[in-house]
């Protein structure tokens, strides 16, 4: 059974950070590539981040030198670094695995970006 299970979420002033934390079992974290995804109301789930199993990252262009993807390998667990966090930021963050075919998603944590 395959569990992406994600933390950190919460509540953050303009100008704060957070880290979110994806912790996965049930598959051989190394051979995939892991995700951050978000969903602002009424808005389409976009990509984030994304890392793959040799390290490479990429980034949506909002995002770029404010957060930062990486993951620990021994703890079958990824992390999504969030600086500078702006309200526009505000949504529900979603982890992702994908290999080949296979894609698991988690159940979602909610950033709010809020004075």
């Known amino acids: 059974q395959v569990q992406l299970v994600e933390s950190g979420g919460g509540l953050v002033q303009p100008g704060g950070s957070l880290r979110l934390s994806c912790a996965a079992s049930?598959?051989?974290?190394?051979?995939?590539?892991m995700g951050w995804y978000r969903q602002a109301p009424g808005k389409q789930r976009e990509l984030v981040a994304r890392?793959?199993?040799?390290?490479?990252?990429n980034y949506m262009d909002a995002v770029k030198g404010r957060f930062t993807i990486s993951r620990d390998n021994a703890k079958n667990t990824v992390y999504l670094q969030m600086n500078s966090l702006k309200p526009e930021d505000t949504a529900v963050y979603y982890c992702?695995?994908?290999?080949?075919?296979?894609?698991?998603w988690g159940q979602g944590t909610q950033v709010t970006v809020s004075s």
């Open positions: 992702n695995a994908g290999f080949m075919s296979s894609r698991y």
């Open positions: 049930g598959i051989t974290f190394n051979f995939y590539t």
């Open positions: 890392i793959t199993r040799d390290g490479n990252t």
